[in-house]
């Protein structure tokens, strides 16, 4: 057998599975970490598992592997990336590809493509989604750079990925740093979907009164309809799970405060920036902040009046499917918005993403693998400039099929002091899309008045302006 040419650095947890999995391929592969002992307890418990070489300095590394080179790095992103790829770029030969699999932002992807293609050498920006068991059993794999770049590696990437009806979960997204903006947006969807999920959680326990199992149970249940999806899975398994020590539900002995580590940060910015309404999404970071305030929110609560969540619930069927309907139609919002902001990303970046092949790669081994994205993936399948999927005939009769349940939850929100703020903006979004004509007239007015930024009419073409601190006349200003 012919020694490797693909190669990983970075045996943490990630990585370690990625290389695992590669190895169960039959695919021969190189591995490495900056620690050796890391390397050598890797080939330790796992080197029998397939054709896997074990290295220890980064030359013997580089040395291992056969031209062209293929080398991923499995590292935090960040400083760390960088450090990794300049310890490997002047060992490495004109051709070979240094391959960065983390979460890293698109920006740093593009700088370092760029980089690397100024010094002879080629460069993959991947996002790589479905966590530890995703990596060793089949993740989503999201490849961005150059063309020739995925073309060799493509055979590991779409061994290792999820298969769905015999489908590979990955597929060549675009140049320089598409493939981590579109994990980006993926993580900034995961983002919504799970507070929303947190959100109907929240009702269900507070504004309708059932009990931890119960409220499994009824995760459960909806799993086995349209909200079948893994996270849905994996909420009825929390919600399950008892704590050892005190016998309550883990859920309940967990602390309230949600981490982050930037990534649906990064997709709200964006989103401002290239003027996407994304508000589901920014909601969701904007919850996960609030959930922070620990200290404060336990002052707060003993301070600030409103109703308290809880009393006097009782448990009501109806109220419970009304949940289920809210949190499918808001999920529909946010995976149309998500879609919504690459689609524009792809028009500033002169990216030509396929949002049909993303929806594809999305049904496995991701986070947000869902059922409904074989519903997305058809839609974009019939056609490709699809605005919004919220037009699509499927999702425009589920969400006004929804729509009822949907503001009584809200509703019902409203009045028992329950914070709904995914739930909310998702619908003041629809109800803000579905809408000829709103109130953004009297914004446009008010900022003629302070700032003389002018307005167009609707009767009229051309940009005019009110003097108004004059004679009140007013004058066109574009000729």
């Given at each position: 057998m012919?020694?490797?040419?693909?190669?990983?650095?970075?045996?943490?947890?990630?990585?370690?599975?990625?290389?695992?999995?590669?190895?169960?391929?039959d695919?021969?592969?190189?591995?490495?970490?900056?620690?050796?002992?890391?390397?050598?307890?890797?080939?330790?418990?796992?080197?029998?598992?397939?054709?896997?070489?074990?290295?220890?300095?980064?030359?013997?590394?580089?040395?291992?592997?056969?031209?062209?080179?293929?080398?991923?790095?499995?590292?935090?992103?960040?400083?760390?990336?960088?450090?990794?790829?300049?310890?490997?770029?002047?060992?490495?030969?004109?051709?070979?590809?240094?391959?960065?699999?983390?979460?890293?932002?698109?920006?740093?992807?593009?700088?370092?493509?760029?980089?690397?293609?100024?010094?002879?050498?080629?460069f993959?920006?991947?996002?790589?989604?479905?966590?530890?068991?995703?990596?060793?059993?089949?993740?989503?794999?999201?490849?961005?750079?150059?063309?020739?770049?995925?073309?060799?590696?493509?055979?590991?990437?779409?061994?290792?990925?999820a298969?769905?009806?015999?489908?590979?979960?990955?597929?060549?997204?675009?140049?320089d740093?598409?493939?981590?903006?579109?994990?980006?947006?993926?993580?900034?969807?995961?983002?919504?979907?799970?507070?929303?999920?947190?959100?109907?959680?929240?009702?269900?326990r507070?504004?309708?009164?059932l009990?931890?199992?119960?409220?499994?149970?009824?995760f459960?249940?909806?799993?086995?309809?349209?909200?079948?999806?893994?996270?849905?899975?994996?909420?009825?398994?929390?919600?399950?799970?008892?704590?050892?020590?005190?016998?309550?539900?883990?859920?309940?002995?967990?602390?309230?405060?949600?981490?982050?580590?930037?990534?649906?940060?990064?997709?709200?910015?964006?989103?401002?920036e290239?003027?996407?309404?994304?508000?589901?999404?920014?909601?969701?970071?904007?919850?996960?902040?609030?959930?922070?305030?620990g200290?404060?929110?336990?002052?707060a609560?003993?301070?600030?009046?409103?109703?308290?969540?809880?009393?006097?619930?009782?448990a009501?069927?109806e109220?419970?499917?009304?949940v289920?309907?809210?949190?499918?139609?808001?999920?529909?919002?946010?995976?149309?918005?998500?879609?919504?902001?690459?689609?524009?990303?792809?028009?500033?970046?002169?990216?030509?993403?396929?949002?049909?092949?993303?929806?594809?790669?999305?049904?496995?081994?991701?986070?947000?693998?869902?059922?409904f994205?074989?519903?997305?993936?058809?839609?974009?399948?019939?056609?490709?400039?699809?605005?919004?999927?919220?037009?699509?005939?499927?999702?425009?009769?589920?969400?006004?099929?929804?729509?009822?349940?949907?503001?009584?939850?809200?509703?019902?929100?409203?009045d028992?002091?329950l914070?709904?703020?995914?739930?909310?903006?998702?619908?003041?979004?629809?109800?803000?899309?579905?809408?000829?004509?709103?109130?953004?007239?009297?914004?446009?007015?008010?900022?003629?008045?302070?700032?003389?930024?002018?307005?167009?009419?609707?009767?009229?073409?051309?940009t005019?302006?009110?003097?108004?601190?004059?004679?009140?006349?007013?004058?066109?200003?574009?000729?």
């Amino acid at each position: 057998m012919s020694g490797p040419r693909f190669g990983l650095t970075g045996l943490a947890v990630m990585g370690a599975n990625l290389a695992r999995n590669v190895a169960h391929h039959d695919i021969p592969i190189a591995v490495h970490n900056r620690t050796a002992s890391k390397t050598e307890q890797f080939m330790s418990e796992h080197g029998s598992e397939g054709p896997i070489t074990g290295t220890g300095t980064t030359e013997e590394f580089v040395q291992a592997l056969e031209r062209p080179r293929t080398i991923m790095t499995m590292v935090k992103a960040g400083p760390a990336v960088d450090a990794v790829i300049e310890e490997l770029a002047p060992l490495l030969e004109e051709g070979d590809t240094i391959v960065d699999g983390g979460n890293s932002h698109f920006r740093d992807t593009q700088r370092r493509d760029k980089a690397m293609n100024e010094r002879g050498l080629r460069f993959l920006g991947v996002g790589v989604s479905g966590g530890e068991e995703g990596a060793l059993k089949g993740p989503s794999i999201m490849p961005g750079g150059s063309r020739e770049s995925y073309d060799d590696v493509e055979h590991v990437f779409t061994s290792i990925a999820a298969q769905v009806d015999g489908t590979p979960c990955c597929t060549y997204v675009g140049a320089d740093g598409a493939g981590h903006y579109v994990k980006m947006v993926h993580n900034g969807i995961e983002y919504a979907d799970i507070q929303l999920i947190a959100e109907a959680y929240d009702l269900l326990r507070h504004g309708v009164g059932l009990e931890v199992p119960e409220i499994a149970q009824v995760f459960h249940e909806w799993n086995e309809g349209d909200l079948d999806s893994f996270l849905i899975e994996i909420t009825a398994t929390v919600l399950d799970k008892t704590d050892e020590r005190t016998g309550q539900p883990l859920v309940d002995v967990i602390l309230d405060q949600a981490e982050q580590k930037g990534t649906g940060r990064w997709t709200a910015q964006d989103a401002l920036e290239l003027g996407v309404p994304l508000t589901a999404i920014t909601e969701a970071v904007f919850a996960r902040g609030i959930s922070a305030l620990g200290d404060q929110r336990a002052t707060a609560s003993k301070q600030l009046a409103g109703p308290k969540p809880g009393e006097g619930a009782h448990a009501d069927r109806e109220l419970v499917d009304d949940v289920r309907q809210a949190l499918y139609a808001s999920k529909v919002v946010a995976y149309a918005q998500g879609f919504e902001q690459m689609t524009a990303a792809a028009k500033s970046e002169g990216w030509e993403l396929d949002m049909g092949s993303l929806a594809t790669i999305w049904r496995g081994g991701c986070i947000i693998r869902a059922r409904f994205l074989d519903r997305i993936r058809e839609a974009y399948d019939t056609d490709p400039d699809t605005p919004n999927l919220l037009l699509v005939d499927y999702f425009r009769d589920a969400v006004a099929d929804a729509q009822d349940s949907w503001r009584r939850v809200i509703s019902h929100s409203v009045d028992i002091g329950l914070p709904v703020p995914a739930f909310t903006s998702s619908l003041a979004y629809y109800d803000g899309y579905r809408r000829e004509r709103g109130p953004a007239s009297l914004i446009q007015g008010l900022r003629d008045l302070f700032g003389a930024h002018t307005y167009r009419r609707v009767d009229d073409e051309g940009t005019y302006h009110v003097r108004w601190g004059q004679d009140g006349s007013e004058v066109r200003t574009d000729g």
